[in-house]
């Protein structure tokens, strides 16, 4: 039986595949690919983003090879990132319950 974080790397992968195989290359996300899988797996995100141009700001980001694409190692990193920031949130507000 997987454990959680296997699980979790699991989804990670299958989710990435998910959208990279709509358009183009098949192990890549472009623009609209990168937009739907935010749209519809990080809505609360993308939601308290006020910036209009957020999709273009992360896909500059993220696209560290500029090839105007987002393969699966840049992905990670931008998970990891938010995963990071959540993390830093739940600790600052975990210290301020516990003053």
Known sequence: MPSPLE?????MIRT???????EGDQFK???????MLLQRELPEFLL????????????????ANKDNE????????????LTVASNDYFV???K????
Do not use: R, W
């Not at 699980?7 to 989804?11: E, N, W």
């Not at 990435?16 to 709509?22: D, I």
């Not at 987002?70 to 990132?81: C, G, L, Q, R, W």
């Not at 301020?96 to 003053?99: A, L």
């Open 70 to 81: 987002v393969d699966f190692n840049e992905f990670v990193v931008m998970v990891a990132a």
């Open 7 to 11: 699980i979790a790397m699991d989804t």
């Open 48 to 63: 308290c983003q006020k910036d209009p141009q957020m999709v273009d700001k992360i896909m500059q980001d993220l696209d």
């Open 29 to 35: 996300l472009n623009k609209g690919e990168l937009k």
């Open 16 to 22: 990435f595949h998910q959208y990279s195989s709509k």
């Open 92 to 94: 600052e507000q975990l």
């Open 96 to 99: 301020k319950k516990g003053k």
